[in-house]
């Protein structure tokens, strides 16, 4: 997965990663907001979703320590991270801000 992901966050747009858990109650909260991000950005954003169970390498690689945290990439650098919840007016303006 690694290589993989160098790849997916190594873009010239941004790339809205959802660290999360399956057993994670906020985590099934944010899923919904990040689906009407995606739908609304269209190809100017990508949204993966990274399950720290099966990816405990790149959780540790990025210190993450709760979950949900999402974080944003553009061109393979970490441009955010914050762990909770996000609104989607909260995750719209920081992706169209680094557009």
Not at 27 to 53: F, H, N
Request: hydrophobic residues 40%; contains cysteine; glycine residues 4%.
């Amino acid at each position: 997965m690694k290589a993989n992901f160098d790849s997916i966050i190594s873009v010239n747009y941004p790339v809205l990663v959802d660290f999360h858990a399956l057993w994670c109650g906020p985590c099934k909260t944010q899923s919904p907001i990040l689906k009407q991000v995606a739908e609304e950005l269209g190809e100017r954003v990508r949204v993966i979703k990274i399950d720290v169970d099966q990816n405990q390498s790149l959780a540790s690689k990025y210190q993450i320590q709760s979950v949900p945290t999402l974080m944003i990439f553009k061109n393979g650098q970490v441009i955010h991270k914050q762990p909770g919840v996000h609104t989607k007016a909260q995750l719209m303006s920081i992706l169209i801000k680094n557009m």
